[in-house]
């Protein structure tokens, strides 16, 4: 375990982000950088660099918070740190230039929880985003880390602490939405087989594309989802955790494994924890990334070391779970809200939300908008502000089209719907889910036809193929909307789409499967015109899908603006453009293979697609 931070107190705090996101962007490097500086100006003794994990505004990485005063920087590189600690460290004054500024009054903001993106936050299973090193587990004591096992272990009976979280109103973070209080009971009252024990599982396994929540939570804030383990095994009686993170989160592991053996070392796990005369340990499986293995029941496959393929149910897993064994599994998120649901009670959590949706949710917001990240809002908030006021709306003044929500399984809500309350009965009323947590914003340049294709291409890839609705189902649909994106469609493969959707959701083995049509149902049902305007006019509207577009150039653009600069001609693959240097230029259709590549290099708007 690393060496804790002693008790020396400094004039100031560089709270440094390394979450994947900040690191693939040189955060470390600028880690160092900042501590040489420090050194090399004498204030070594006055100024502590603290690594932590994702702030949450990805899109600006890498990231620095200063404390006191939450003075926020962003976007920093090696060269800004001389500059920076000169000014601000060692002569007190801000670097403006460093600073966020919104794109619309380009204005620095100084402080962090002025930037709208942080402003409608409610923070529960992100509470230390940002303001503690994960891999120091004195940082999450000090910030009341354990203090709601230690109340469970030492104050509460197991019924009381399942009553507690009954009570919450807490649904599962990972996608279905069941009542944790309620699965965790079925998981109490179930009898174990010769003798065996009961375990919890935590699935790490996060494979929806563009979704980071559960790989930010354990690279920022480990000590919280072990803190929730153990205090639901306690009211489960269970005696072993497992937490299964997909290999390809390295940091995660790695964090993960720090604040296991902190928390051993400390007595917060193995034996006899806190002398309450209760057992339990957590050990880590990894995962080899297959998608289908977010599934329960294949997920659990996979810690037994057999195929990652679901199983039909009944049994459930709280009854047959692991190796036969009565088994509780609940995704990172729902964990990390339970030490603090145990902290400050049933009633006060029961306060958020809405009122079948209680709590909070993490997203990750990505896609057609101008602020990436990670963001827990309250449940109930709407679609319009986590887009607008969070998000700080779509890039280059473009106009909203959609928002994808549950990853593959999830569906494409409409801008007509953007006052959407965000909850799982609003999102499935609309033909979508919660889902993990997943949240992809489109634009008006997006085609909804290919974004149909794209998900159903995904999940037909992904596809474990024991059950022929899904392998077979799933395989025939993407065949179809390749075939309308290609400009081949006909009206007849829309009523075969929506009858094989049908098939497959009644018919499929498991909850991956059953939900797999949902992106071209949805897409179907609010966007109707543009699959039509495939298949009559052969024609896209938003110009995606190539094999449908003309490609053309304006000859007076060509002259006038781009002064016959030749580009388009010297790229082109397939030679479909004629002309000299400084006159205009034509493309010979029979020739053009639409591959698009005139379009990209022409930076004077001569070449034009339709």
């Known amino acids: 375990m690393e060496e804790q931070t002693s008790e020396k107190t400094y004039r100031i705090h560089l709270m440094v982000c390394a979450g994947t996101g900040c690191v693939s962007n040189n955060s470390f490097a600028v880690k160092d950088a900042l501590k040489e500086e420090i050194k090399k100006q004498g204030l070594e003794n006055e100024v502590l660099v603290v690594t932590t994990g994702c702030n949450g505004f990805c899109e600006r990485g890498p990231l620095l918070v200063v404390e006191p005063g939450k003075i926020f920087y962003q976007q920093l590189t090696i060269k800004d740190i001389p500059h920076l600690v000169e000014e601000h460290f060692l002569k007190g004054r801000p670097v403006e230039k460093l600073m966020y500024s919104p794109p619309e009054d380009k204005t620095p903001i100084p402080v962090l929880n002025d930037i709208a993106f942080f402003k409608g936050q409610v923070l529960i299973a992100l509470r230390n985003r940002g303001l503690i090193d994960p891999e120091k587990i004195d940082e999450y004591i ?9 109340k469970a272990l030492t104050e509460m ?3 009381e602490v399942l009553e507690e979280v009954k009570q919450s109103g807490l649904r599962g973070r990972g996608g279905g939405g069941f009542p944790t209080g309620l699965k965790w009971e079925f998981v109490r009252r179930a009898s174990t087989n010769n003798g065996g024990i009961k ?3 935590c699935n790490g396994d996060e494979g929806d594309p563009g979704a980071f929540m559960d790989r930010s939570l354990l690279e920022a804030d480990p000590h919280s989802v072990i803190e929730g383990m153990v205090i639901g095994a306690k009211a489960i009686g269970a005696q072993q955790g497992i937490v299964y993170v997909r290999n390809e989160y390295p940091l995660a592991l790695k964090r993960l494994n720090i604040a296991l053996d902190a928390a051993r070392e400390y007595g917060l796990l ?21 998608f289908v293995c977010g599934e329960e029941t294949a997920l659990l496959a996979s810690i037994e070391g057999r195929l990652g393929e679901p199983r039909p149910r009944p049994p459930f897993p709280a009854e047959k779970g692991l190796w036969g064994q009565p088994t509780c599994v609940n995704n990172v998120e729902t964990w990390a809200n339970i030490p603090v649901i145990i902290n400050r009670g049933a009633d006060w959590y029961h306060s958020i939300g809405t009122e079948t949706s209680k709590g909070t949710k993490v997203f990750s917001l990505v896609g057609k908008i101008n602020n990436t990240g990670l963001v827990e809002v309250p449940m109930g908030i709407s679609l319009k502000e986590i887009v607008y006021d969070i998000g700080g709306g779509i890039p280059g003044g473009k106009e909203f089209k959609a928002v994808q929500t549950g ?10 719907k953007i006052d959407l309350p965000i909850d799982y009965e609003s999102l499935s009323e609309a033909g979508s889910m919660m889902g993990s947590g997943g949240m992809v914003v489109m634009d008006e340049e997006t085609c909804m036809v290919d974004v149909a294709r794209y998900f159903l291409s995904f999940t037909q890839d992904e596809s474990c193929g024991k059950c022929t609705p899904c392998r077979e189902g799933t395989k025939e649909m993407l065949n179809i909307l390749t075939k309308i994106t290609e400009g081949k469609g006909t009206e007849e493969d829309l009523t075969l789409l ?11 083995l498991c909850g991956l499967g059953n939900t797999a049509p949902n992106p071209v149902l949805t897409t179907l049902k609010y966007f109707r015109e543009e699959y039509e305007a495939h298949i009559k006019d052969k024609k896209c509207p938003a110009h995606v899908c190539r094999e449908l577009n003309t490609y053309t150039i304006d000859e ?4 006038n603006v781009g002064k016959g600069c030749d580009m388009c001609r010297r790229n082109c693959a397939s030679d479909a453009i004629v002309g000299e240097k400084g006159k205009a230029h034509t493309v010979i259709q029979d020739k053009c293979i639409k591959c698009g590549v005139c379009y990209d290099v022409c930076r ?6 339709d």
């Not at 990853?407 to 007509?416: A, D, M, N, R, T």
């Open 157 to 159: 009976t197991a019924e």
């Open 270 to 290: 193995g034996e006899n924890i806190l002398d309450s005369g209760f057992d339990f340990d957590i050990k880590v499986t990894r995962g080899a990334g297959a």
């Open 199 to 201: 375990y919890i599982v």
């Open 556 to 559: 007076v653009a060509c002259v």
């Open 604 to 609: 004077f708007g001569a070449v034009k697609v």
């Open 142 to 150: 000090a910030r009341d880390g354990y203090t709601g096992m230690a």
């Open 407 to 416: 990853g593959p399984s999830g569906g494409c809500i409409p801008k007509e």
């Open 498 to 508: 929506l009858e094989l959707a049908q098939s497959i959701k009644d018919s499929a």
